[in-house]
């Protein structure tokens, strides 16, 4: 089984700044895409950011020049968000395409999600 488990979350006030990380544990053969969705009340799930094994970056349009996205190991992703606007209230998943094996295709794991407030 994998397990995500997500930190950093917490109140932050308008332009400011917050790093979330997120950690895989288990027994797999490599994390081919790690990132981040959000989904704030009342809203569906939206996408973040992602990274790929091979560095790859892609970040929604809302976040772009705000929140960078980094891989510190092959089994963490953090996401670095600056310029923080109340827009961005909401609770931040992290996601993970893991490969069991070298022969399996990917499957999608979630975190818990840790939440974030941007507010005066």
């Known amino acids: 089984q994998v397990q995500l488990v997500e930190s950093g979350g917490g109140l932050v006030q308008p332009g400011g700044s917050l790093r979330l990380s997120c950690a895989a544990s288990?027994?797999?053969?490599?994390?081919?895409?790690m990132g981040w969705y959000r989904q704030a009340p009342g809203k569906q799930r939206e996408f973040v950011a992602t990274?790929?094994?091979?560095?790859?970056t892609n970040y929604a349009d809302s976040v772009k020049g705000r929140f960078t996205i980094s891989r510190d190991t092959k089994n963490t992703v953090n996401l670095q968000m600056s310029s923080l606007t109340p827009e961005d209230t909401a609770v931040y998943y992290c996601?993970?395409?893991?490969?069991?094996?070298?022969?399996?295709?990917?499957?999608?794991?979630w975190g818990q999600g840790t939440q974030v407030t941007v507010s005066s």
């Open positions: 996601n993970c395409d893991v490969r069991k094996r070298w022969y399996n295709g990917p499957d999608t794991y």
């Open positions: 288990g027994s797999f053969f490599s994390i081919d895409v």
């Open positions: 990274m790929t094994i091979s560095g790859t």
